[in-house]
């Protein structure tokens, strides 16, 4: 079905602005949430995580907003940096954190000084 | 401190041969999974490894397996390789019920 955030494949923003990536999860049953940053040449970089009982967390400049009845969750970059720049992965897990995790469609950011 | 490590880097392989990649996960952690990423793709799982058994699998054919060390280390193997099977392999790390963390993963080219 349709979120209530659209994920965009790409997303540019001007240093300094505030960036907000959105992902739609599939499983209505998953209960810990994860995104990562990948860049070029390099593995999946953890960010922050959350789980079902949240609907907010906040890490140094990145906030993760959680909405279980739409199954939507969004990072939100504060002061996005050129080193921002790289794919952002969402990821759930409808099991707990140990076990698989299902990846959503990736965002490339790209931040331009 | 170590985080994951995975070899080799890159490798090429023709259609029909056989690969194992390696994986050395981070200190102290002693699950490990592994993931197929194809170009321009989100990760995909093929299985997770705890306490030397496999754990939990994906939708990956019984060409794919591996193993679990008693030092936590892993290995992915592939038999009767395919040109579908080019790809980033991914290896990921972590304690039970904490976040998973990723290596930089071995290139696989089939020719």
Known sequence: GESVGLHLPTL?????????INCAYSNSASDYFIWYKQE???GPQFIIDIRSNMDKRQGQRVTVLLNKTVKHL???IAATQPGDSAVYFCAENPNQAGTALIFGKGT???VSS | DAGVTQSPTHLIKT????VTL????KSGHDTVSWYQQALGQGPQFIFQYYEEEERQRGNFPDRFSGHQFPNYSSELNVNALLLGDSALYLCASSYPNQPQHFGDGTRLSIL
């Open chain 1, 74 to 76: 969004s990072l939100q």
């Open chain 1, 108 to 110: 490339t950011l790209s």
């Open chain 1, 12 to 20: 540019s923003v001007q240093e300094g602005d505030n960036s907000i």
């Open chain 1, 40 to 42: 070029s040449g390099k």
């Open chain 2, 22 to 25: 390696r994986c050395s996960p």
């Open chain 2, 15 to 18: 259609r029909g041969q056989q």
